[in-house]
T-cell receptor
């Protein structure tokens, strides 16, 4: 079973460049999430979605955008990359919001130089 | 604002030792989850506890949810090098509110 798949695994961006982090899940989960993980800072929620066509901001949404056109896909867009966006990004999905397992992808390590 | 405080932040122990890590909050949660994350991987769920005072065991790992559902602990008996990793607790609320994650406890078990 594929679970949650993220691409790319690694990326180096120059300041001001744009990119899209891809995330797809094959578990038919309605709930999907994007987190960033900085050293020693745990997971911070960027955006989440409760179903196709519905997205909402998390704790740290500035500098990012998302869309959810299908149940399976939840891409994260960085429009003008800044060094502060250097981080490891995780996509996750779950059957319900808070009391069921969140399945995580392997992460995308992004460096902005 | 960090709603979930985990302690200790770092822990390095010898193989065979016992340890306890803590997850504390001033908020009441409807559920609490523990995840383990290995280098280069995403977090993987270990357990979910939903009832105040609940105790769950997973081989050498014992998880407890506080009576007031504000805190939790993870106890590992006879730690092994394979237990090395980042342990994250996550609190859940009822309704459509996302999980809140702590900063984690980074455990290193030395053979």
């Amino acid at each position: 079973n594929a679970g949650v798949t993220q691409t790319p695994k690694f990326r180096i961006l120059k300041i001001g460049q744009s990119m899209t982090l891809q995330c797809t899940q094959d578990m038919n989960h309605n709930y999907m999430y994007w987190y960033r993980q900085d050293p020693g800072m745990g997971l911070k929620l960027i955006y989440y979605s409760v179903g196709a066509g519905i997205t909402d901001k998390g704790e740290v949404p500035n500098g990012y955008n998302v869309s959810r056109s299908t149940t399976e896909d939840f891409p994260l867009r960085l429009e003008l990359a800044a060094p502060s966006q250097t981080s490891v990004y995780f996509c996750a999905s779950s059957y319900r919001m808070s009391d069921t397992e969140a399945f995580f992808g392997q992460g995308t390590r992004l460096t902005v130089v | 604002t960090q709603l979930l405080e985990q302690s200790p932040q770092f822990l390095s122990i010898q193989e065979g030792e016992n340890l306890t890590v803590y997850c504390n909050s001033s908020s009441v949660f409807s559920s609490l989850q523990w995840y383990r994350q290995e280098p280069g991987e995403g977090p993987v769920l270990l357990v979910t506890v939903v009832t105040g005072g609940e105790v769950k065991k997973l081989k050498r790992l014992t998880f407890q949810f506080g009576d007031a559902r504000k805190d939790s602990s993870l106890h590992i008996t006879a730690a092994q090098p394979g237990d090395t990793g980042l342990y994250l607790c996550a609190g859940g609320y009822s309704g459509n509110t996302p999980l809140v994650f702590g900063k984690g406890t980074r455990l290193s078990v030395i053979a």
